[in-house]
Nanobody
Framework: QVRLVESGGDLVQPGGSLRLACAAS????????MGWYRQTPGKEERELVA????????KTVNPLKGRFFISSDNAKNTIYLDMNSLEPEDTAVYYC???????WGQGTQVVVSS
């Protein structure tokens, strides 16, 4: 059983930045590809934010491209989401997930508000 633990969520003002982390209890090499998702208030579905593969291929969904960046530190079995120029619409619970697999973290809350 693998655990994914997200951290880094916070209350931030519009225009601010945050770095989220997702630490895996096991090796990322067993989990690729990995993704960040978010669930905004009032929505049941989690929407894809960004993905990263073991080969280092990274993609951010178009609406967030240029503001959100996914990366990994394989030695720490951790993936990151760097979020810049945050907007109130980015308020959500952010989750990491091994795409195609069964593991989700518990989520970390990001609130963008003045």
């Amino acid at each position: 059983q693998v655990r994914l633990v997200e951290s880094g969520g916070d209350l931030v003002q519009p225009g601010g930045s945050l770095r989220l982390a997702c630490a895996a209890s096991g090796s990322l090499s067993d989990l690729w590809p990995m993704g960040w998702y978010r669930q905004t208030p009032g929505k049941e579905e989690r929407e894809l934010v960004a993905t990263i593969t073991g080969g280092g291929s990274r993609k951010t969904v178009n609406p967030l491209k240029g503001r959100f960046f996914i990366s990994s530190d394989n030695a720490k079995n951790t993936i990151y989401l760097d979020m810049n120029s945050l907007e109130p619409e980015d308020t959500a619970v952010y989750y990491c997930h091994n795409i195609g697999g069964n593991y989700w973290g518990q989520g970390t809350q990001v609130v963008v508000s003045s």
